[in-house]
T-cell receptor
């Protein structure tokens, strides 16, 4: 069964500083990997995803993530954080089941605080 | 237009009551899901339906009964509500991974329905 670990529960960065959120996954086959963001009181918005090909993927809002198979990691990065990036970030690993859908297993989330 | 919409957004009720949450998606997706987000923000899949058929049923108490009248709707009915049912329930949908033009299975989430059981 797949699982996801996000080691950092909270991270605080200064506005304009760079950001890296860590994600490690466990899955027996080639994973589908996702990063979602949840702002307070909101649903989850997809930031980016990896299925195959280039291991560095670009997403919305200036985010990128790098898939490293040898480390079972899919860390999220942003070169310069904006105050509006303060939110909770979820990493997820998916497994296509029965060709019908994608069962996503989520990590526990990392809360990002941005200080001015 | 909202892609995945849930109603109600907030629900406060007493223990022992029965309540329903409705979900509709206008994305033309074949697969829909219910996820539960607990007080620690942990998201866990509960159910998944494909074209009105149940395909995932995690270890959820049978007080929870999903119903899919058509592929655009997936409702969640909860009987005999308990304090531990307090959570945010998210509906989601996804295209079939191997469908032409599919974005290969990413989930599109609604805004959530916050259920508080007193």
């Amino acid at each position: 069964a797949q699982s996801v670990t996000q080691p950092d529960i909270h991270i605080t960065v200064s506005e304009g500083a760079s950001l890296e959120l860590r994600c490690n996954y466990s899955y027996g086959a080639t994973p589908y990997l996702f990063w979602y963001v949840q702002s307070p009181g909101q649903g989850l918005q997809l930031l980016l995803k990896y299925f195959s090909g280039d291991t560095l993927v670009q997403g919305i809002k200036g985010f990128e993530a790098e898939f490293k198979r040898s480390q079972s990691s899919f860390n999220l990065r942003k070169p310069s954080v904006h105050w509006s990036d303060a939110a909770e970030y979820f990493c997820a690993v998916g497994a296509v089941f029965m060709e019908y859908g994608n069962k996503l297993v989520f990590g526990a989330g990392t809360i990002l605080r941005v200080k001015s | 237009d909202t892609a995945v919409s849930q109603t109600p957004k907030y629900l406060v009720t007493q223990m022992g009551n029965d309540k329903s949450i409705k979900c509709e998606q206008n994305l033309g997706h074949d697969t829909m899901y219910w996820y539960k987000q607990d007080s620690k923000k942990f998201l866990k899949i509960m159910f998944s339906y494909n074209n009105k058929e149940l395909i995932i049923n995690e270890t959820v108490p049978n007080r929870f009964s999903p119903k899919s009248p058509d592929k655009a709707h997936l409702n969640l009915h909860i009987n005999s509500l308990e304090l531990g049912d307090s959570a945010v329930y998210f509906c989601a949908s996804s295209p079939q991974p191997r469908a032409a033009g599919s974005t290969t299975g990413e989930l599109f989430f609604g805004e959530g329905s916050r259920l508080t059981v007193l």
